[in-house]
Nanobody, 120 residues
């Protein structure tokens, strides 16, 4: 079993910052890409940012220059630093990871989500 636990969401005013964390635990051999998605009310889940095991990153156009994804491979943790937040960033943020488990299976694992609310 592999689990992802997100933390760091909350309420912030427009222009403010938040830092989300995503910690993976369980029977992990290695983790390939990790990513952050978000889903606003009435909208589809969308990719916000992704980072590979070697540190390559890609971002949604809407967050480029404001959000930064990072990871600590030793801690099996990914981060999302969100600056200059806008009301349209309000959503539930989900972390995912492509994991190779110790038994050899390849899994895409999702966290439970953390709510980010940006007030105007």
């Amino acid at each position: 079993q592999v689990q992802l636990v997100e933390s760091g969401g909350g309420l912030v005013q427009a222009g403010g910052s938040l830092r989300l964390s995503c910690a993976a635990s369980g029977s992990i051999f290695s983790i390939n890409a990790m990513g952050w998605y978000r889903q606003a009310p009435g909208k589809q889940r969308e990719l916000v940012a992704r980072i590979t095991s070697d540190g390559s990153t890609n971002y949604a156009d809407s967050v480029k220059g404001r959000f930064t994804i990072g990871r600590d491979n030793a801690k099996n943790t990914a981060y999302l630093q969100m600056n200059s937040l806008k009301p349209e960033d309000t959503a539930v943020y989900y972390c995912d990871a492509f994991v190779v488990a110790t038994i050899g299976s390849h899994l895409q694992v999702w966290g439970q989500g953390t709510l980010v609310t940006v007030s105007s």
